[in-house]
C-alpha cells in the first residue's frame, strides 16, 4: 500500500497574540507546524510580503519553532506563517495583526501590552520607577502605534505629554508624583496653574 501526501502543513501561531502590541523595535514569532512529510521551509509574512524564510525546518510532528524581527518601526503590522513540505503542499497559518510602540526609557513592568488588545486598552500606566507614573482609566485606542520616549515626560516634579503629537492621551488621568520637597505643591498645566475643575489633588 502507497500512500501519498497531498496536504499541506497545519501552522499554527503562539506569539505575539492578535491585535496585541510591543513595547520595542524587536519581535519574536513563535509557531507550531505539523505535516505528513518532511518541511522544505517556512516563511515570515509580513503585511503581505515574504520578510525571511527558514529551509531548516526538520519537523514531522507539533513542535514549536520561531522567526526573529528586528528595528520595526512604530506602527501597526500583518503577519502569518506560510510553511511548504518536501512534496511541494503548502500550508498558511489565519493572519494575525500587531502593534508597535516604542517605549525604551519607561517602566515596561507597569503593563504587559502582549496580552491586551491594542484597539480598546483599559488602565494603561505609564512611568519610570514605583511611584512616579501617570494612570490613564479611560479606554485607549493604541492600534495606530505612539513613540512614548519621544512624546512622553515622566521625571522628578514634572509630568508631561505632547497631546498635540498623540491626542489620544489627551484624556483624564491619575497622577502620581514622589519625593517632592515642597510643603505645599502647586500644580501647573500648560505653564500657569490649574484650576480646580480640572486638576484634583487626591492625597
Given at each position: 500500500?502507497?500512500?501519498?501526501?497531498?496536504?499541506?502543513?497545519t501552522?499554527?501561531?503562539?506569539?505575539?497574540?492578535?491585535?496585541?502590541g510591543?513595547?520595542?523595535?524587536?519581535?519574536?514569532?513563535?509557531?507550531?507546524?505539523?505535516?505528513?512529510?518532511?518541511?522544505?521551509?517556512?516563511?515570515?509574512?509580513?503585511?503581505?510580503?515574504?520578510?525571511?524564510?527558514?529551509?531548516?525546518?526538520?519537523?514531522?510532528?507539533?513542535?514549536?519553532?520561531?522567526?526573529?524581527?528586528e528595528?520595526?518601526?512604530?506602527?501597526?503590522?500583518?503577519?502569518?506563517?506560510?510553511?511548504?513540505?518536501?512534496?511541494?503542499?503548502?500550508?498558511?497559518?489565519?493572519?494575525?495583526?500587531?502593534?508597535?510602540n516604542?517605549?525604551?526609557?519607561?517602566?515596561?513592568?507597569?503593563?504587559?501590552?502582549?496580552?491586551?488588545?491594542?484597539?480598546?486598552?483599559?488602565?494603561?500606566?505609564?512611568?519610570?520607577?514605583?511611584?512616579?507614573?501617570?494612570?490613564?482609566?479611560?479606554?485607549l485606542?493604541?492600534?495606530?502605534?505612539?513613540?512614548?520616549d519621544?512624546?512622553?515626560?515622566?521625571?522628578f516634579?514634572?509630568?508631561?505629554?505632547?497631546?498635540?503629537?498623540?491626542?489620544?492621551?489627551?484624556?483624564?488621568?491619575?497622577?502620581?508624583?514622589?519625593?517632592?520637597?515642597?510643603?505645599?505643591?502647586?500644580?501647573?498645566?500648560?505653564?500657569?496653574?490649574?484650576?480646580?475643575?480640572?486638576?484634583?489633588?487626591?492625597?
Open positions: 500500500i502507497q500512500i501519498r501526501d497531498t496536504f499541506g502543513p501552522v499554527g501561531l503562539m506569539y505575539p497574540l492578535n491585535n496585541s510591543l513595547f520595542h523595535e524587536n519581535a519574536t514569532f513563535q509557531f507550531n507546524v505539523s505535516d505528513a512529510s518532511n518541511l522544505h521551509n517556512c516563511s515570515l509574512i509580513i503585511n503581505n510580503k515574504i520578510n525571511q524564510t527558514n529551509s531548516s525546518i526538520l519537523i514531522k510532528a507539533p513542535g514549536v519553532t520561531f522567526f526573529r524581527m528595528n520595526i518601526s512604530i506602527g501597526r503590522y500583518n503577519w502569518s506563517i506560510n510553511c511548504t513540505d518536501s512534496l511541494g503542499n503548502n500550508g498558511t497559518s489565519p493572519t494575525r495583526s500587531f502593534y508597535v516604542l517605549m525604551k526609557h519607561f517602566n515596561q513592568s507597569f503593563f504587559n501590552i502582549s496580552a491586551f488588545d491594542m484597539r480598546n486598552v483599559s488602565n494603561f500606566v505609564i512611568g519610570t520607577g514605583s511611584c512616579n507614573k501617570i494612570n490613564f482609566s479611560t479606554n485606542d493604541m492600534s495606530q502605534g505612539f513613540d512614548f519621544r512624546h512622553v515626560n515622566v521625571s516634579n514634572r509630568m508631561e505629554i505632547n497631546s498635540s503629537a498623540i491626542p489620544t492621551f489627551n484624556i483624564s488621568a491619575t497622577i502620581t508624583i514622589c519625593g517632592l520637597t515642597l510643603s505645599n505643591p502647586r500644580m501647573l498645566k500648560d505653564g500657569v496653574a490649574c484650576p480646580d475643575s480640572v486638576c484634583k489633588k487626591v492625597s
